[in-house]
């Protein structure tokens, strides 16, 4: 998705009948179908991609509103103010963590219980739009997601050999490697912050803390689907 980003940014042809955007729309759907036909994605991976959709694009129709981004090329395949592969972005994070948590075996040490995080991730949605209105408590939910996850670690086996980290640490990790693909993302104006109107400037370290709070929505959607289990110990 990201090379699809950056590859129509540099060749997609000006004067094309269809829209950037909505080549970029039917590429993703494309992707998408190759996942499931060449087995590289399950069913139960593809249920949990459809709901990072809805609620990605929930998302995106309110901050496109409030002004925080701006998705600046016409297109016909779009909601409001929100071109469709914006969607498929959301669903690329999500698509991702439920493979590797297939593909890597991941298991877990102290996590906590699934109905804490449930309640930890609506509130971290919940203030992503009451923070226009309110007073901003992402500091109380980084608290709380310590609070939660301080004892956590995750086991995974990337190659032959069983390795483990400290879930936060992973989530910290992930969140960076995200900032680093909007950064791509807004260099090839898939969508612009209102400061990048007049050119493109990195994004802020700022919005770190953002894709932190939304890796722990996206870990518990995930597990949702697939449970988390304990680490098997050896003997």
Sequence with gaps: ??????????????????????????????????MLAFQLETLDEAKV?????????????????????????PSLLRIGEVPLFSGFMYAAVGSYIARIWRIFDIRFDHYPPV??????????????????????????????TALLFLRTRFYFTPDRTRRWMPVLLGFLLVAMFIWIAENLGTWARAWIYPAQQGGWSPVSLAKLGSWYLLMIISVVLVSLVQKPQPELKAG
Excluded at 50 to 73: C, D, N, R
């Design 1 to 34: 998705m990201l090379a699809l980003l950056m590859g129509t940014a540099l060749w997609y042809p000006a004067d094309s009948p269809l829209a950037r955007y909505d080549f970029l729309v039917l590429g993703a759907v494309a992707i998408q179908v190759a």
């Design 49 to 73: 991609i459809l709901a990072f959709h809805v609620v990605g694009t929930v998302m995106e129709l309110f901050k496109t509103t409030a002004g925080s981004w701006i998705y600046p090329e």
């Design 115 to 144: 109905w804490t995080t449930v309640v930890l991730a609506t509130a971290i949605y919940v203030n992503f739009f009451a923070h226009h209105w309110i007073w901003d408590f992402r500091w109380l939910l980084f608290a709380a």
